[in-house]
């Protein structure tokens, strides 16, 4: 992260923003979200400590189990049929 960072005009900044993330959130939560930040690099190639800070939220959204598989024991008995046919007005 911190050299993909410092590639960047004022990627310091940005390497000690992720940083301070770490006293809130653990070393621990902060290395994963940084981890997967970098999997997940954008197709403009850029990283920043905004994805990082996208990733930790959504990782403890996850380990809160706020995030609830909502479609679990649903089932359609039949599938829709889109009306294509164009209405007056």
Sequence with gaps: MR???LRE?????LMVK??????SAGL???LVAVELALE???PSGRISEQHVINVLARLRRTTAGQRR????GVECCRQPTPRVAR???
């Design 87 to 89: 209405q007056s007005a």
């Design 9 to 13: 005009p004022g990627g310091d900044r």
């Design 3 to 5: 050299k993909a960072l």
């Design 28 to 30: 621990e939560e902060v």
């Design 69 to 72: 598989d909502t479609t679990a």
């Design 40 to 42: 997940r690099v954008p």
């Design 18 to 23: 992720i940083l301070a993330l770490v006293p």
